[in-house]
């Protein structure tokens, strides 16, 4: 399966800024997805993150609070926008190749203070 | 829409066997999947099952699956310390589906 490496591991910001998260696959893939995982829950879908044209949300998350960003076929950010203490979770970056199963980066531990 | 439900702890003692359950809605899942997350770390794929399937055996790990059910167990033989973490099961109702549906994942702990 492709290695997925995320930066930064974890942060601690300021509310009010932004932080940009990159997640870097050692391979091409079809897919790439970008995680929530709040604390003690679990995980839910942020985006689709579609090569070259606009990813694709989910209910509840608006491109003006986390535009993501995937220019080929082995890199992704996601940025959180404007950030708040309810925006304190584990950011993951997940991978898919075909109709394999996907694969999880380690995620990136965001808190805000 | 899909709805995915496991209970949240189990304890159990080092050596013996655990079982994690897991309980769906969707009866058009197509694959089934387990995943584990170690404290601090992201999302590790265990293994996962086709839905024709009912059963799958990994070296410690059986998953059994009953689609009448819509229920998903996960067995780990000999429980180790370092199988201690959070169990997710999820699914995805079409192949090639874009997202996965996450139980609410199951805390394991063993006790030494």
């Known amino acids: 399966s492709a290695v997925i490496s995320q930066k930064p591991s974890r942060d601690i910001c300021q509310r009010g800024t932004s932080l940009t998260i990159q997640c870097q696959v050692d391979s091409q893939v079809t897919m790439m997805f970008w995680y929530r995982q709040q604390p003690g829950q679990s995980l839910t879908l942020i985006a689709t993150a579609n090569q070259g044209s606009e990813a694709t949300y989910e209910s509840g998350f608006v491109i003006d609070k986390f535009p993501i960003s995937r220019p080929n076929l082995t890199f992704s950010t996601l940025t959180v926008s404007n950030m708040s203490p309810e925006d304190s979770s584990i950011y993951l970056c997940?991978?898919?190749?075909?109709?394999?199963?996907?694969?999880f980066g380690d995620g990136t531990r965001l808190s805000i203070l | 829409g899909e709805d995915v439900e496991q209970s949240l702890f189990l304890s159990v003692r080092e050596g013996d066997s655990s079982v994690i359950n897991c309980t769906y809605t969707?009866?058009?899942?197509?694959?089934l999947y387990w995943y584990k997350q170690e404290p601090g770390a992201g999302l590790q794929l265990l293994t996962y099952?086709?839905?024709?399937?009912d059963m799958k055996q990994d070296q410690r790990l059986t998953v059994l699956l009953n689609k009448k059910d819509k229920h998903l167990s996960l067995r780990i033989a000999d429980t180790q310390t370092g199988d201690s973490a959070i169990y997710f099961c999820?699914?995805?109702?079409?192949?090639?589906?874009?997202?996965?549906?996450f139980g609410t994942g199951t805390r394991l702990t063993v006790i030494p």
């Open positions: 099952i086709f839905s024709n399937m």
């Open positions: 969707d009866s058009s899942s197509t694959y």
């Open positions: 999820a699914e995805s109702v079409q192949t090639g589906a874009n997202n996965l549906f």
């Open positions: 997940s991978t898919r190749q075909g109709n394999q199963p996907q694969h």
